[in-house]
């Protein structure tokens, strides 16, 4: 361990020094002025108050605001707010014709660097959380760096050399497990409640590849950091579950029991139209998970207000945590921690059978996610239940009928859908998107599927490669039931740039041999 911490500690000796900042989120600073806007509705994104920045000390303008009286109508109200913050910008996409046409491979190359960020030095009282080194955001309205799609974004940096840039964004948050004991959903302070699917650990086999195993073993105390805290370890963040067999796996659960600030007004319309009293921890769990929103986790399978997030065992959350524990057990052997590695591969055995004994449907030939309140697997059959074949963790004698459902049920002209199920939810069919794309396809690939996940492959690229020729734009997910037809759902319109978008095309153009420009 001694070795690991020096390598640890040696990340740092460059790293920028930080400023101390606040931690408090916008409806703490400012009260009764944030709910007032929020519901207002004089911003269509509930995003751009919560990302502004104050041109004054917080306490001088809720002084100027009680002083005033409320304003009076939503004219006098946003120019209150104009006069005494800085609003923020979405991120503007370059044209990618210029005259004539573009590449999308040069297009993308392209945009790696209008999505960079460099060192985060945050002004006074904004939401924006520090960080020491550049990274790169996902476009549009999403400012800041995202956990889990920065891993799908750094499929395509690989791709195009960027080395450098995904090891900034692998101490970035290292750098955030240390400071705050958990990667948030992104680096802003109102985020702090909860994480996304973890996918650190994926991310170290990435840089492993290029900078050697020592990576695992520089990286050691951090992984046990993102370990302690989805095992409850150094808070009781309720993401344990004990199972009926004695065993543990875990869920999505968000730390808070309060509208998302980022989306306060739509998290108070859903409120209303239930009793259950912990509706904003499930929608906020929901957003934890990264499927913010979808009928995987409704109870009637149609309506928001029925989203009970924390009463499922996710099967992607637990494919996810079976890959790091393994990634332990390697780093500790690695490190000549024989014992240590030992435990961790045992805690992986154990979860992978748990895995399979609660998630696996035999009846529904999928897995799935386990139903706590029934006591039995869920009915629900989404792309999540391909995580246990992207983390290795599935049985081999699966595959001939998982590849008979996702030719049966999933497979569409542009790609696969995300569920069978079309509610209007962004994470519901017909909407395809590129991580689960990528999850598929890889998934099948562990388990030599090959040709299947070529044609999906194939598939996903004609309707990226499609949507660029007509539009100049790569999106944060696409309609891959009707290809004339742009996606939908959501609490925000579909954003261009996109980061995991643009990391996924790359792969797999490089990977299949496709041509783009056919």
């Known amino acids: 361990m001694k070795k690991a911490l020096f390598f640890f500690l040696a990340l740092w000796s460059c790293a920028p020094v930080l400023t101390a900042q606040t931690i408090q989120p916008p409806d703490q600073l400012y009260g009764p002025l944030f709910k007032t806007v929020q519901l207002s509705g004089i911003f269509r994104d509930n995003k751009t108050f919560v990302d502004a920045v104050p041109k004054e000390d917080p ?5 100027q605001y009680l002083a005033a009286g409320q304003p009076k109508d939503s004219a006098a109200l946003r120019a209150f707010v104009q006069a005494h913050f800085l609003l923020p910008d979405s991120i503007a996409v370059p044209p990618a014709f210029n005259g004539h046409e573009t590449s999308v491979t040069a297009h993308i190359n392209h945009l790696w660097n209008v999505l960079q960020r ?60 240390t400071r705050y004991g958990h990667i948030p959903n992104g680096n802003r302070n109102y985020f702090l409640s909860r994480s996304q699917p973890p996918f650190f650990s994926l991310m170290l086999d990435i840089l492993a590849k290029h900078k050697g195993d020592s990576i695992y073993t520089a990286y050691l105390p951090v992984l046990e950091k993102e370990y302690a805290y989805w095992m409850d370890k150094t808070a009781p963040t309720k993401h344990v579950v004990k199972m ?67 009463s499922f065992v996710p099967v992607d959350l637990n494919a996810l945590l079976f890959h790091l524990e393994n990634t332990l057990a390697r780093a500790h052997q690695l490190a000549g921690h024989t014992q240590k590695a030992a435990q961790y591969k045992l805690l992986a055995a154990r979860r992978q059978r748990s895995l399979e004994k609660y998630c696996w449907s035999a009846a529904a030939g999928w897995y799935v996610d386990y139903d706590l309140l029934s006591q039995r697997p869920g009915t629900a059959l989404t792309l999540a239940g391909m995580y246990p074949l992207f983390t290795k963790a599935a049985s081999k004698t699966h595959i001939t009928i998982i590849q008979q459902q996702i030719n049966q049920k ?109």
């Open 118 to 177: 460099d060192t985060t030095h945050a002004l006074p009282y904004s939401s924006l959380l520090n960080l020491p080194y550049p990274y790169i955001v996902p476009g549009g309205r999403f400012r800041e760096i995202y956990y889990w799609d920065s891993y799908f974004t750094m499929l395509g940096l690989e791709e195009s050399g960027r080395f450098t840039i995904i090891d900034n964004m692998i101490k970035n948050f290292a750098y955030l497990l």
């Open 59 to 63: 306490k001088q303008v809720m002084a």
């Open 244 to 310: 009926p067999d004695g065993s543990l796996l875990n869920r999505y659960y968000d730390q808070d029991n309060i509208p998302r600030q980022e989306a306060y007004k739509e998290d108070v319309a859903v409120a209303k139209l239930t009793p259950y009293k912990d509706i904003y921890r499930e929608l906020r769990s929901a957003a934890e998970s990264g499927w913010d929103f979808s009928s995987r986790w409704f109870r009637n399978t149609k309506d928001l207000h029925t989203i009970r997030v924390t």
């Open 410 to 518: 999933f497979l569409k002209a542009g790609g696969v859908t995300t569920t069978l199920k079309n509610t209007g939810e962004q994470w519901d069919a017909p909407n395809g998107w590129a991580p689960l794309q990528w999850v598929t396809i890889a998934g099948l690939e562990n388990y030599g599927a090959s040709a299947l996940a070529k044609k999906i492959a194939e598939r996903w690229v004609a309707l990226n490669i499609q949507v660029y020729h007509n539009t100049g734009k790569l999106m944060e997910k696409y309609n891959v039931m009707d290809l004339q037809l742009v996606a939908g759902g959501g609490e925000y319109p579909t954003q261009d740039g996109f980061g995991w978008t643009n990391g996924v095309l790359l792969k797999l153009l490089q990977q299949y041999r496709i041509n783009a420009e056919r």
